[in-house]
T-cell receptor, first 113, second 115 residues
């Protein structure tokens, strides 16, 4: 059973516009959420995270929103740039027990010039 | 900067061979992970270690084992490589919860092909 879901395999946006990547989770024990960016043939790089005590976290062009009641988070990239083209993974970890990260399947973002 | 280093970028092995994938991190992280990435399946956790000599199975441990004899090194072992283990293997490390930012840092990945 997939605990972290990214239902859009791909997303295409124009340079300068907003990119919105979505993620849903089913495990109510998750309390820490992260977004990673991955280029082909490289390891994922950490982008931004959010704790369950917050509903928004911002870092430059990247903002993550968390809606706990809906078990939904989203990553906003404004403005989008061609260099943002990559696969974005949502990940989550639990309040107690194992500290492992559970990943979604990823969304491939393409930013067109 | 945190550095997680995987011993090989590309590896080609024959079916039935015993394969060792090595990972070293230089930030004194307690947690280390092995994931594999396959198209359409995302990152799936194979094994996880939260301390020296401690390990926990992930979602897909079958056909794999791990070794963590030193804090900085976490090895993934394919006991008898099979073609369905052809994949991108990713090692990661992170601090233990409560000791600071706990995002995981990844190595560059090892593309393993089993023929």
């Amino acid at each position: 059973d997939q605990q972290v879901k990214q239902n859009s395999p791909s997303l295409s946006v124009q340079e300068g516009r907003i990119s919105i990547l979505n993620c849903d989770y089913t495990n109510s024990m998750f309390d820490y959420f992260l977004w990673y960016k991955k280029y082909p043939a490289e390891g994922p790089t950490f982008l931004i995270s959010i704790s369950s005590i917050k509903d928004k976290n911002e870092d430059g062009r990247f903002t993550v929103f968390l809606n706990k009641s809906a078990k939904h988070l989203s990553l906003h990239i404004v403005p989008s740039q061609p260099g943002d083209s990559a696969v974005y993974f949502c990940a989550a970890s639990e309040l107690s027990g194992s500290e492992k990260l559970v990943f979604g399947k990823g969304t491939k973002l393409t930013v067109n010039p | 900067d945190v550095k997680v280093t995987q011993s090989s970028r590309y590896l080609v092995k024959r079916t039935g061979e015993k394969v060792f994938l090595e990972c070293v991190q230089d930030m004194d992280h307690e947690n280390m992970f092995w994931y594999r990435q396959d198209p359409g399946l995302g990152l799936r956790l194979i094994y996880f270690s939260y301390d020296v000599k401690m390990k926990e199975k992930g979602d897909i441990p079958e056909g794999y084992s791990v070794s963590r004899e030193k804090k900085e090194r976490f090895s993934l072992i394919l006991e008898s490589a099979s073609t369905n283990q052809t994949s991108m293997y990713l090692c990661a490390s992170s601090l233990i919860r409560g000791s600071g930012n706990t995002e995981a840092f990844f190595g560059q990945g090892t593309r393993l092909t089993v023929v």
